[in-house]
């Protein structure tokens, strides 16, 4: 996995889709639009959080390009993406923002909420919305293993690997309530399961 400047890349691929916001055609319409919900306890230093995470299995055909067709839907609905990239092969969360990862090649093998937590097994296709708090880490991927990083509008990405402090816990409560679900909207499943 070859490491980008991720914050270099949100500029110039945010500016590149101000006049292509609508453009999601039919054939990139999400395939699902109820996800799993895995519900995951705060676990040692790990916060996680009282919302689900939220995995949209073959939410996306793995056809063409994928990862433009699933940066053109996350900024329609609201979470423009901020890189193309992996998963780092850590233990970390972000205290700043919501997250969803959009898996456009390859596959991969994660844990969900930090040291032996969840496992979880993604795909091309699939795509993952992690509340703020949630831990995840690669054990394994795919060499060709491409993920979308996107965040709701205005927020920006942090990396813990250590307890929050009282302040960082603090600050995690008033991050912003996503309105919109990545996939499919205000109308989507995320504003009706984060509650």
Excluded at 5 to 29: C, I, M, P, W, Y
Excluded at 133 to 147: Q, W
Excluded at 172 to 187: A, C, E, I, Q
Aim: glycine letters at 8%.
């Amino acid at each position: 996995m070859t490491p980008i400047d991720r914050r270099q890349f949100a500029t110039g691929f945010v500016a590149s889709l101000a006049t292509t916001k609508n453009s999601a055609s039919a054939n990139e319409s999400p395939q699902t639009a109820t996800p799993e919900q895995l519900h995951l306890k705060p676990n040692g230093w790990m916060p996680n959080s009282p919302w689900p995470v939220l995995l949209y299995r073959n939410a996306l055909p793995s056809t063409g390009d994928l990862a433009s067709a699933m940066e053109r839907i996350f900024t329609t609905n609201g979470w423009p993406p901020q890189w193309r990239n992996g998963v780092y092969p850590f233990h970390h969360y972000h205290s700043t923002a919501h997250e969803v990862l959009g898996f456009a090649v390859g596959h991969a093998d994660l844990v969900l909420g930090g040291e032996g937590g969840e496992p979880l097994s993604v795909h091309s296709g699939d795509v993952l919305v992690l509340p703020t708090g949630t831990g995840h880490c690669r054990i394994s991927a795919s060499d060709d293993f491409l993920v979308i990083g996107a965040y709701p509008e205005n927020e920006h990405w942090d990396i813990c690997r250590t307890a929050p402090s009282p302040e960082t816990l603090a600050s995690m409560r008033k991050v912003r309530f996503p309105h919109s679900d990545p996939l499919t909207g205000s109308s989507g499943a995320l504003p009706k399961l984060w509650i």
